[in-house]
């Protein structure tokens, strides 16, 4: 898992991945998302949002807004529960 910190990491990966990622700045500016990519066991890019006081899994997306193999969602649930 790596963050994506900078708008033009987020641009960056939104074309890369033929997804819309990279119009998440505002709300990363205001600490209300936090963007990752995750390069194995699948290519995804990964939001995690804060709803009632508790950050949680927003999208978890590959390229061109692919859904996740199960496999790969199982080290998102399990690396957000550390």
């Known amino acids: 898992m790596e963050p994506l910190t900078s708008r033009l990491e987020l641009l ?3 074309s890369t991945m033929h997804h819309c990622m990279g119009s998440y700045d505002t ?3 205001q ?3 936090f963007i990752y990519r ?3 066991p699948q290519r ?3 939001s995690l949002e804060q709803r009632n006081n508790t950050w ?3 999208e978890v997306r590959g390229s061109r807004n692919a859904n996740p193999s ?3 969602m199982d080290i998102v ?3 957000v529960e550390l």
Do not use: P, S
């Open 12 to 14: 960056d990966e939104g």
């Open 27 to 29: 709300f990363i500016a």
């Open 31 to 33: 600490g209300e998302v």
């Open 38 to 40: 995750m390069t194995a």
């Open 44 to 46: 995804l890019t990964i």
């Open 56 to 58: 949680v899994v927003g």
């Open 70 to 72: 199960q496999a790969a």
């Open 77 to 79: 649930r399990r690396w």
